[in-house]
Structure formats: C-alpha cells, structure tokens
C-alpha cells in the first residue's frame, strides 16, 4: 500500500503559536520522508526532510520528528507567523536507483491559517 | 538553488484541441522528470516518470495515449494533453532530479482550462 495519510486538514494558529501536522505511512520501504509548503497557484517548495535512520532533524523554525516504529512522523512550525499561511503536504518516497528519491506520494495536505 | 520552469503558467484551451506544457532545469541536468496533477483542495498525484531518452512510465490509471511525455533532453521534457476535455482541468505541475541529488525540484505549475 502506497498511501500517505495527513491530518488535520485544517489548522489554525495564533501568531506565535505551534502549528503541528501530522503524517502515517503504510510502505515500510519509504525512506524518505519530505515535507512541502505550497502557496495558492505555485508549486510545492521543499521545506525539510528526513531519513529514517535519525527520530529528529531541526531546521530554523520546521522540525521532523520521525518515530520508525509507529510509521508516523510529524512537521512542527515554531512561533508560527501569518507568512506561514500555506497549506502543508507529507510526502514519503523510497529510492528506485535512476530515479533517485523524486518519485513521491504524497498525503491529503494541510491548509494552514495564522491569525496576527 | 535549482530551478525548474513550466511553460505556459496558465493556458486556456477549447474542447477537442491538444495543448503542450514544457518543463524546464534551467541549471541542472535532469536525468529523470516527474509529471503530477492537482485538482483543486486535493493533493498531488503523481502522472507519470520520464527518464531521458526513454519512454515515460505512466502511473495506473493514467492514459498514456492521452497525456503523451517527451523528455528528449536533459533540460526538458513536454506534457501533451491531446484532444482536451473540460475533466481535464487541473493544476499540472513537473518536477525534475538528477543523480546523486535525492531532492526533486518542482516548477511552478501551470493552469489548465479546458473551455
């Protein structure tokens, strides 16, 4: 099974506060897991990603938490800001030789809201 | 960083007519292209995979007769939507790697109406 299961949908913030996306995953071969911010009418930006090996990985404001066991991990926005406004996606991939780690499935997203 | 573009942004098109969207590595060789569709509050799905030089690998369910994938170069590949219809309106977005990068890099979707 391929699927990427995302919740909540929505999620509001106060400014400041802690946004937290949640994400499972089925495919015990996935082995890596990025997670992407997609502004209305652009494409997804890769925000941070993390392999299964560390339970961790912190970049700026985005932190991964990865829990191998439970096949679930998690995007934390800290002091969240209105510019965060974005909805949010998982995605898992698993390496397949030539085609590197860009063939993604990614979960149902996360339409985020910061309120000032 | 690496930049990938799509081409048009957005297009409108009449029923029964085909419509070409290219992709672009402006910066990097892309040895493999990925094509997905977004329809509107839903996520990306995942279309089809083209290794250049070779055929696109189509996704199940995907009519490959329908969306034609040429990646003849390493800094291009097009999506044609042949003979459009009004259900194939969505967000098309590519993306593009490159061996031993692991990250794919996504251009900035185009628009598709079909009118």
């Known amino acids: 099974q391929q699927q990427v299961k995302q919740s909540p949908q929505s999620l509001i913030v106060q400014k400041g506060g802690i946004s937290i996306i949640n994400c499972a995953y089925e495919n015990t071969a996935f082995d890596y897991f990025p997670w992407y911010q997609q502004f209305p009418g652009k494409g997804p930006a890769l925000l941070i990603a993390i392999r299964p090996d560390v339970s961790e990985k912190k970049e700026g404001r985005f932190t991964i938490s990865f829990n191998k066991s439970a096949k679930q991990f998690s995007l934390h926005i800290m002091d969240s800001q209105p510019g965060d406004s974005a909805t949010y996606f998982c995605a898992a991939s698993k390496y397949a030789g030539g085609t590197s780690y860009g063939k993604l499935t990614f979960g149902q997203g996360t339409i985020l809201t910061v309120h000032p | 960083g690496a930049v990938v573009s799509q081409h048009p942004s957005w297009v409108i098109c009449k029923s029964g007519t085909s419509v070409k969207i290219e992709c672009r590595s402006l910066?990097?060789?892309?040895?493999?292209m990925f094509w997905y569709r977004q329809f509107p509050k839903q996520s990306l799905m995942l279309m089809a995979t083209s290794n250049e030089g070779s055929k696109a690998t189509y996704e199940q369910g995907v009519e490959k007769d329908k969306f034609l994938i040429n990646h003849a170069s390493l800094t291009l590949s097009t999506l044609t939507v042949t003979s459009a219809h009004p259900e194939d309106s969505s967000f098309y977005i590519c993306?593009?790697?490159?061996?031993?990068?692991?990250?794919?890099?996504f251009g900035q979707g185009t628009r598709l109406t079909v009118v």
């Open positions: 910066d990097f060789q892309a040895t493999t």
């Open positions: 993306s593009a790697s490159s061996i031993p990068n692991t990250e794919a890099f």
